[in-house]
């Protein structure tokens, strides 16, 4: 590795520019799917769909129109899935982002950015905070008619219930709904915005645990590879988008981050 510092605990298998790459890297952005929270034990959106909703397609639960035929077996389910969510923890992957992040705002030596497609908080409990959910957040609600914004969740239930009534919006009255982007939905604009914004900015991606199958979250790396800069691809497997990047490295994130941030970093949290 030219002039790279490998950590001793790093896999044999670690790519030989990686920290070339990113420890002269200023401006990092971050591309994260389900495969990071996968290692956290979050389920799929389908896991929960068993037993109670095992008679319904998932699409019926994450959609405009399951929202408007029946609103609490679309509620019972969201607020199901967030509990199964609450009881998952980040994973070393998570820490390890948060840990780099740490280290070089209080260095001063650069900015990390993440734009995630998972719905969970496992990003902000790990210690970064995404600047953009891509999908939306399953712990945060707003008013399915007037869009104003809901005061959070504060207990999740212990069982699952085959329905159960939203709260009412106190200043119109309509259903409030989690905000997480549905089948049938636009992407949230500002979300995506930041995370183009990030893309066109950068010196250097990570692609993280995403099959590069959904757009538009897909194309962000086309972006920063069009750019001339280089993107990395950290994946147990190949993927749609293997093809646009520099470096690949086929490893889970709970292994590969860790390893990758004590390279990276200057000193050690």
Request: glycine share 8%; net charge negative.
């Amino acid at each position: 590795m030219r002039g790279a510092h490998r950590p001793s605990a790093a896999p044999a298998e670690i790519p030989e520019d990686i920290f070339d790459v990113l420890r002269s890297a200023r401006h990092v952005s971050i591309l994260t799917g389900a495969g990071i929270s996968a290692e956290s034990g979050v389920p799929t959106f389908r896991a929960p769909i068993d037993g109670l909703w095992e008679t319904y397609e998932p699409e019926q639960l994450v959609s405009v129109e399951g929202w408007e035929s029946d609103p609490g077996v679309v509620w019972a389910w969201h607020v199901w899935f967030a509990a199964l969510i609450s009881r998952c923890s980040p994973n070393p992957g998570h820490r390890a982002l948060g840990r780099w992040n740490r280290n070089w705002t209080r260095t001063e030596q650069g900015l990390i950015e993440v734009a995630t497609q998972n719905i969970d908080d496992l990003h902000t409990r790990g210690g970064l905070a995404p600047i953009a959910h891509l999908h939306g957040q399953i712990t945060k609600f707003h008013c399915s008619e007037c869009g104003a914004p809901a005061s959070p969740i504060l207990s999740w239930p212990t069982e699952p219930a085959p329905s159960l009534p939203p709260p009412k919006c106190p200043i119109c009255g309509g259903y409030i709904r989690p905000s997480v982007t549905w089948f049938g939905e636009a992407l949230p604009t500002k979300a995506v915005d930041a995370a183009v914004q990030s893309a066109m900015t950068c010196d250097a991606m990570l692609v993280i645990g995403t099959s590069g199958a959904v757009y538009p979250a897909a194309g962000l790396p086309k972006l920063v590879a069009g750019r001339g800069k280089p993107v990395i691809e950290i994946n147990p497997r190949d993927t749609d988008i293997t093809h646009h990047m520099d470096i690949v490295w086929r490893e889970s994130a709970v292994v590969a981050l860790p390893a990758l941030v004590d390279g990276v970093v200057c000193d050690h949290d």
